[in-house]
């Protein structure tokens, strides 16, 4: 039974997983010899590994794959892709292959500025706040300085410091909305690192002041963060063709094109479908950023706030027929970064980004909206034909027979018997019996 422990941070990782073992599983032998199953056979790589974070264990490991034949502005990539969802590298992959004959993917940066805020407050005179931060925000910028030197030697650095009245949502409420450029790095650290130097001279700039009374000198700073909200960070990618080029789709092009324009126009009007709409396409997303190291909670928080932008929660991709050409586009907020964090430490994300040729933040924001663009062109295209179900449980089935413990040999019957048979659970099960039972 499970009971509480006290500094097990300062155990060692034997220590941990022998407490683990004991006190929280049936069959501690059985628990060390899976743990220690997934320890990566290099020393050095699993040290590596065991300081990523705190209180490691073990690896947890997911399947990393590559999805083909993309063509994003005439340049052909093979996307890593790290997820464990049946079908998602098989529809992205078909869905490239198709854009492939068709032109390809174009994607362009419409802009790239972060955003990170001071939260304060101040009950005074808000003429007098608007004074003061006039005064201040020179000196804002200048007692940063030795934190942005480098990042400005490189183009980027702190591009605007505005300050803003919330105080009709709660009582004596400001911040110090700041927007950043941060380059080929996500800037998370750099941004908090900027923050907190301005909370730090917001008030001791305030106690100078002579503008305020002495209560007004005292401004409380409740805290200082960036946001994962980064509207203007954002990219667009999209496909198109005459309709008469949307054939191999199990329908005439003409009906698919209508219909799929449909299926979008239904997502952006109805948030029940939207947010389904949406998990696809981070199918996408999500599996290339976790390849490539980057952040997959900022980025679908980002992504799902853009998405309600409008006052509703609606589609992030778009679609149209006009002149006789069906287009499909997606605009997606995206903070991403190819230096920094785990890109230069972990060995397949490393591999990852050589992949796709070592990409500049920028082309990695376009390299990802390509991925979620692609996933979601492949499951408005099942779902508006022959239905969801038959490819994604085609591609599930060997989960299903490995679940059933099938041998290798029985597995090569099954996968050839379900090639023109509906998969289902009942029905895998009922023929994998049948098959051991002869």
């Not at 063709?241 to 126009?265: H, R, W």
């Not at 990695?364 to 179900?389: C, D, E, K, P």
Request: hydrophobic share 40%; aromatic share 8%; proline share 3%.
């Amino acid at each position: 039974m499970n009971t509480p422990v006290e500094g097990f941070s300062k155990l060692t990782k034997t220590q941990k997983i022998d407490w683990i073992a004991t006190n929280c599983t049936k069959d501690p032998k059985a628990t060390k010899q899976l743990l220690e199953q997934y320890w990566n056979t290099d020393p050095r790589v699993q040290k590596l590994h065991d300081e990523f974070i705190e209180n490691t264990i073990s690896n947890y490991y997911l399947p990393f794959a590559i999805a083909p034949n993309f063509k994003i502005n005439n340049e052909l990539y093979a996307i890593p892709m790290a997820i464990e969802e049946s079908s998602v590298v098989a529809a992205a992959s078909k869905s490239a292959k198709f854009w492939l004959e068709r032109g390809g993917f174009k994607a362009e940066i419409i802009g790239t500025e972060k955003v990170g805020q001071v939260h304060f407050i101040y009950n005074g005179d808000r003429e007098k706040l608007s004074d003061f931060f006039a005064s201040a925000k020179p000196e804002l910028f200048k007692s940063a300085a030795s934190i942005t030197q480098s990042m400005e030697k490189r183009g980027g650095g702190i591009n605007a410091i505005e300050l803003r009245d919330l105080s009709d949502k709660i009582e004596g409420y400001h911040q110090l909305h700041c927007k950043f450029e941060t380059l080929d790095a996500m800037g998370a650290n750099f941004i908090n690192s900027c923050l907190e130097q301005f909370a730090k001279t917001l008030k001791e700039r305030a106690l100078a002041f002579d503008g305020f009374t002495e209560e007004e000198k005292n401004i409380e700073v409740v805290m200082s963060i960036l946001s994962n909200y980064v509207p203007d960070c954002l990219v667009k990618a999209e496909v198109s063709c005459t309709i008469s080029d949307l054939g191999n789709t199990d329908m005439p092009a003409e009906e698919f094109a209508k219909k799929f324009v449909q299926a979008v126009n239904i997502a952006k009007a109805e948030p029940y479908r939207a947010v389904t709409h949406n998990k696809g396409i981070m199918n996408g997303i999500d599996a290339v950023v976790l390849a490539t190291g980057n952040d997959f909670r900022a980025v679908e928080a980002g992504v799902h706030a853009y998405a309600a932008k409008d006052g509703q929660y609606s589609s992030l991709t778009h679609a149209k027929i006009e002149d006789g050409i069906f287009k499909f586009w997606i605009e997606v907020p995206l903070a991403l970064g190819t230096v920094g964090g785990l890109t230069t430490l972990h060995p397949l994300v490393k591999l990852a980004l050589e992949i796709l040729q070592n990409p500049s933040a920028k082309q990695l924001m376009q390299i990802v909206a390509v991925a979620g663009l692609a996933q979601n062109f492949a499951a408005l295209r099942s779902l508006v034909t022959t239905g969801i179900q038959k490819g994604h449980m085609k591609m599930h089935l060997l989960n299903m027979l490995n679940q059933l413990g099938a041998t290798e040999t029985e597995k090569q019957q099954l996968v050839t018997y379900f090639k023109d048979q509906t998969v289902t659970n009942a029905s895998v099960k009922e023929a994998y019996e049948r098959i051991k039972s002869n």
